[in-house]
Nanobody
């Protein structure tokens, strides 16, 4: 049974940093595509960053240069380092996993079958 547990969210002032973690269990973590998504109140869930099993990454334009996704296969953990945070980054952040190696659509939520419960990130101005 695939389980994803996010942590690391919180409240921070604009310009600050946070690092999100996603602990995975119940499957061969290293072979899965992994992603971070976010959803603000009244908005659709959007892809933020994703990483394939070969280490290739994809970022939303809105976070390029500020966020970095990484994975530690030895610890079965996915990370999202968020720097230069802006109020518009405020959202619930979700970790997602998919057993297929996604050649396309890494940032499309419907391509992922497994989801965590989310961790809240709030950025104040």
């Amino acid at each position: 049974q695939v389980q994803l547990v996010e942590s690391g969210g919180g409240s921070v002032q604009a310009g600050g940093s946070l690092r999100l973690s996603c602990a995975a269990s119940g499957y061969t973590y290293s072979s899965y595509s992994m992603g971070w998504f976010r959803q603000a109140p009244g908005k659709e869930r959007e892809g933020v960053a994703a990483i394939n099993s070969d280490g290739s990454t994809r970022y939303a334009d809105s976070v390029k240069g500020r966020f970095t996704i990484s994975r530690d296969n030895a610890k079965n953990t996915l990370y999202l380092q968020m720097n230069s945070l802006k109020p518009e980054d405020t959202a619930m952040y979700y970790c997602a996993a998919e057993s297929r190696r996604l050649r396309f659509g890494l940032l499309i939520a419907t391509n992922y079958n497994y989801w965590g419960q989310g961790t809240q990130v709030t950025v104040s101005s």
